[in-house]
Nanobody, 123 residues
Framework: QVQLVESGGGLVQAGGSLRLSCAAS????????MGWFRQAPGKGREFVAA????????DYAASMKGRFTVSRDNAKNAVYLQMNNLKLEDTAVYFC????????????????WGQGTQVTVSS
């Protein structure tokens, strides 16, 4: 079992940066693949990024690559999403996710979800 709590969301101007954090609890964290999804108003959930248990392998959605960076600190049971050069279309609720398998862009394959944190990008 893994429990996930996101923080760090807020209001930011276009072009700005935010760093999301995800605090994880549970014995399985250090062996879990972690990731981030987002859901914009009126839209379905969208894959953002994922990172394997060691941090050595990452994956990003095409529109986030080069702007977003996912990282983890297993000693702190934490996962982070650094978001730079934010755009209006990045406005969404961001969810931290965890699974015991390999990296995946398929939301149905992720076992654990946090409650989400709101990110709003203004012009």
């Amino acid at each position: 079992q893994v429990q996930l709590v996101e923080s760090g969301g807020g209001l930011v101007q276009a072009g700005g940066s935010l760093r999301l954090s995800c605090a994880a609890s549970g014995r399985a964290f250090t062996s879990s693949t972690m990731g981030w999804f987002r859901q914009a108003p009126g839209k379905g959930r969208e894959f953002v990024a994922a990172i394997n248990w060691s941090g050595g392998t990452t994956d990003y959605a095409a529109s986030m690559k080069g702007r977003f960076t996912v990282s983890r600190d297993n000693a702190k049971n934490a996962v982070y999403l650094q978001m730079n050069n934010l755009k209006l279309e990045d406005t969404a609720v961001y969810f931290c996710v965890a699974r015991s398998g390999l990296l995946s862009r398929n939301e149905a394959l992720w076992d654990y979800w946090g409650q989400g944190t709101q990110v709003t990008v203004s012009s």
